[in-house]
């Protein structure tokens, strides 16, 4: 059965209360201060609150005695008659609340004023001929800064202050964006409306960290534009682009440009696999060699075991657990540190300023009592590990097929898939290189371990850490160097170069230039010619489009948020409310 309830509502002084009474209901009465209202210096409440289920409406007045006329500011007394307006409000106690203001009409006293009667404004509560208060349009504003259109209007009508998705947008569309600071740094990149079609750019302060304006393409023109405008920029720290080079030189010639450092790191490796797309030959045969150099297992050799290693000797660290060892050595030391300035009495946020952390890191640390290990988490037992005596035993009798095995196993009762099979396997294989050359039993697969990398591969092999290649990769890179003199002349300028624009050597560059541009960098080094001053200023400042990139990132999630409204308009309005 359902139950019918009233809404009453009685002004007692400055405070409102609002009740629903049933014929079961005890509940106390809700007090709502017109405090909270933010209008109690301009309305008041006049005769009662008539809160009809499922909004409240509360009808107010303003206290001024007179109001100046709009055409000439005389300001007049003399009262014409009145009318009600209506405007939506916030929300009271969850539902949607409206205003009914009583508007005064004045007679204008001035004689030669072409206005002879005028409406009353009400400032700092809503706009002329409005629907809703200043508050609530500020809210709404920024409920489609942070949401977008229809997830907005969704939120908004939860909290009861309903909306429209349009009319959300309205809201975004009519906002006025904040008016941009002096810009001394400036940080441009690009953004891709359709990646690989169309492409806007967006341009960050690079000393306050935050999107200042987002233009429609990535020609120089608009670039220019926007410079004239801003003649404040000394610094535009930009990739290699063309257009960003032309759009700074028209638009602020005196401003230094500087060339972003990974994109010059990025322009290398293209340039080595452009070389190594000219080298398929010395890839394949560099291939077939390290392929070559593995000489298969004798049968003896296969069924010998392996003799097992000392209990006493420890196994050899890896690269990355030594570099794990010695990071959590550093945090140690720190963390020893700021326990020493803890007990001398500093306070969290001065030790933080001194050893440049974070406030909220000192106090993590001091809580804990250590610092963080930040070592991984035990995988515990793996289902196959009933079954890792037979694998070793059908391993070691030829069987390196991780099908065949996982169909071994499912006979025997396993119950997990064939990829966990295959996992050991792989692993296996990597500690057993001559089981690389076998595939479901004895059968030779040298054509597949001939195949020569990708030149896209062959770069990361020729430009990585060495430490971290396995056998085979190091034999691959040993035979390619060595037969050919031409890529071997190419790693060695392109290491050097990565080494002096990652310790910004500035001194060096030119003596590299004069040895790439008589070798196969030749495009390359020209390239770096034409825009010396940039990639010079690079390897000595230390501005770089790093936070460019990140504002970018965080500009994807907006965009990718609003499907398909996201029209340049509506989307710079959001970006730049969000900054």
């Given at each position: 059965m359902s139950m019918q309830f009233k809404v009453n509502a009685?002004?007692?002084?400055?405070?409102?209360?609002?009740?629903?009474?049933?014929?079961?209901?005890?509940?106390?009465?809700?007090?709502?201060?017109?405090?909270?209202?933010?209008?109690?210096?301009?309305?008041?409440?006049?005769?009662?609150?008539?809160?009809?289920?499922?909004?409240?409406?509360?009808?107010?007045?303003?206290?001024?005695?007179?109001?100046?006329?709009?055409?000439?500011?005389?300001?007049?007394?003399?009262?014409?008659?009145?009318?009600?307006?209506?405007?939506?409000?916030?929300?009271?106690?969850?539902?949607?609340?409206?205003?009914?203001?009583?508007?005064?009409?004045?007679?204008?006293?001035?004689?030669?004023?072409?206005?002879?009667?005028?409406?009353?404004?009400?400032?700092?509560?809503?706009?002329?001929?409005?629907?809703?208060?200043?508050?609530?349009?500020?809210?709404?504003?920024?409920?489609?800064?942070?949401?977008?259109?229809?997830?907005?209007?969704?939120?908004?009508?939860?909290?009861?202050?309903?909306?429209?998705?349009?009319?959300?947008?309205?809201?975004?569309?009519?906002?006025?964006?904040?008016?941009?600071?002096p810009v001394t740094v400036l940080g441009v990149d690009d953004w891709a409306w359709r990646k690989g079609h169309r492409y806007g750019t967006i341009l960050c302060d690079l000393e306050r960290r935050r999107v200042i304006d987002l233009l429609p393409d990535r020609s120089a023109a608009p670039l220019a534009a926007w410079l004239k405008e801003h003649p404040t920029v000394a610094v535009v720290v930009r990739d290699r682009a063309g257009a960003y080079a032309d759009g700074a030189r028209q638009g602020a010639p005196e401003a230094k440009q500087i060339a972003d450092r990974w994109h010059l790191l990025r322009n290398s490796s293209d340039a080595l696999r452009t070389v190594l797309e000219q080298h398929h030959r010395a890839l394949r045969d560099a291939a077939r060699s390290a392929a070559q150099s593995v000489k298969p297992p004798t049968p003896e050799e296969t069924h010998r075991p392996e003799p097992a290693t000392p209990p006493d000797v420890p196994r050899p660290m890896r690269v990355t657990e030594r570099r794990s060892q010695a990071a959590q050595e550093r945090r140690d030391a720190c963390f020893a540190e700021v326990a020493r300035l803890r007990e001398q009495g500093w306070s969290q946020k001065a030790i933080a300023r001194t050893l440049g952390l974070g406030r909220k890191t000192v106090r993590r640390w001091l809580r804990a009592g250590h610092a963080p290990t930040w070592r991984h988490a035990d995988r515990g037992a793996s289902i196959l590990d009933p079954y890792r005596t037979y694998l070793e035993q059908r391993w070691q009798a030829g069987c390196h097929n991780a099908a065949a095995l996982w169909r071994e196993l499912k006979a025997k009762g396993f119950a997990g898939q064939g990829g966990v099979v295959r996992q050991w396997a792989t692993r296996r294989r990597r500690q057993d290189p001559s089981a690389a050359l076998k595939v479901g039993g004895n059968t030779p697969t040298s054509r597949k371990a001939a195949e020569p990398p990708t030149p896209r591969r062959a770069v990361r092999l020729l430009t990585g850490d060495r430490e971290k290649h396995s056998d085979e990769e190091r034999r691959f890179v040993a035979a390619l160097l060595e037969r050919s003199p031409t890529i071997a002349t190419t790693v060695a300028l392109i290491g050097r170069f990565a080494r002096m624009v990652k310790d910004r050597v500035a001194d060096a560059l030119d003596g590299w230039l004069r040895e790439a541009e008589v070798s196969a960098l030749a495009p390359f080094a020209a390239g770096l010619r034409r825009d010396e001053d940039a990639v010079r200023a690079a390897l000595s400042e230390p501005w770089s489009t790093g936070p460019v990139e990140g504002q970018v990132n965080r500009f994807k999630v907006i965009k990718r948020e609003m499907y398909g409204r996201a029209g340049f308009d509506l989307l710079r309005a959001r970006v730049l409310g969000h900054a």
């Open positions: 009685s002004v007692l002084g400055k405070e409102i209360a609002i009740w629903e009474s049933a014929s079961t209901s005890t509940e106390p009465p809700l007090i709502l201060s017109l405090q909270s209202l933010g209008f109690l210096s301009t309305l008041q409440v006049i005769d009662q609150i008539d809160p009809i289920l499922p909004r409240v409406t509360l009808r107010t007045q303003t206290t001024t005695s007179s109001a100046a006329c709009p055409a000439c500011g005389t300001p007049s007394r003399r009262v014409h008659g009145s009318y009600w307006r209506r405007l939506a409000d916030l929300a009271c106690f969850g539902r949607p609340m409206f205003l009914l203001v009583r508007v005064r009409r004045f007679r204008c006293a001035a004689v030669a004023c072409p206005r002879r009667t005028f409406a009353e404004a009400l400032s700092g509560i809503a706009l002329p001929r409005a629907r809703q208060t200043d508050r609530l349009r500020v809210i709404h504003r920024s409920i489609g800064l942070a949401l977008g259109g229809n997830p907005g209007s969704r939120h908004a009508t939860t909290i009861g202050v309903p909306i429209s998705r349009t009319t959300l947008l309205h809201r975004v569309r009519a906002s006025a964006a904040a008016p941009v600071p």
